[in-house]
């Protein structure tokens, strides 16, 4: 009836602010595996610093379920906006994708280095599904 793999990772897109509240109902619906990318960021603030942690991939998140099972169920589900598809039809993301995220450790939060970063500065990654990419710092 599809072409999905009966086991496959998603990208799914949360409701704008909402991704906590995704990963809360996606677990909920049972025998699924959620990879959701976070990242740890100095913030100043006007009295001090501090420490939060936010999305690595805002509105992002990653699912493992099987289509078959829990396709109709996914999309409605309370902090979900939809399944990133192409042509009508949920993509699959490859596992490889998902092991680099998971390499970052056990909560996938990896430490942001804010203050060596300035915005304009031509960064190259030097590991990762991306290494050897380059491009200029837009936004911290």
């Known amino acids: 009836m599809t072409d ?7 990208c799914v897109k949360a409701k704008p602010r909402q991704e906590a509240v995704a990963v809360r ?12 990318p976070r990242v740890r960021r100095t ?18 998140l990653f699912l493992r379920y099987d289509a078959a099972e829990l396709n109709g169920s996914v999309p409605s589900t309370r902090g979900v906006l ?32 804010d203050d060596t970063l300035q915005i304009g500065a031509n960064v190259r990654i030097l590991l990762a599904i991306f290494a050897g ?7 911290p």
């Not at 913030?43 to 992002?60: I, S, T, W």
């Not at 596992?95 to 430490?111: F, K, R």
């Not at 990419?133 to 936004?139: A, F, H, T, V």
């Open 4 to 10: 999905q793999p009966a086991l496959a990772w998603f």
């Open 25 to 36: 109902n996606l677990r909920a619906l049972g025998p699924v595996e959620l990879v959701f």
């Open 43 to 60: 913030r100043r603030g006007h009295d001090k610093n501090r420490e939060a942690v936010e999305p690595l991939f805002p509105g992002h």
């Open 82 to 113: 939809h399944l990133v598809a192409k042509t009508g039809l949920p993509v699959t993301v490859d596992q490889t994708v998902i092991d680099e995220l998971l390499a970052l450790g056990p909560d996938a939060i990896p430490s942001a280095l």
């Open 133 to 139: 990419s380059e491009g200029e710092l837009l936004r």
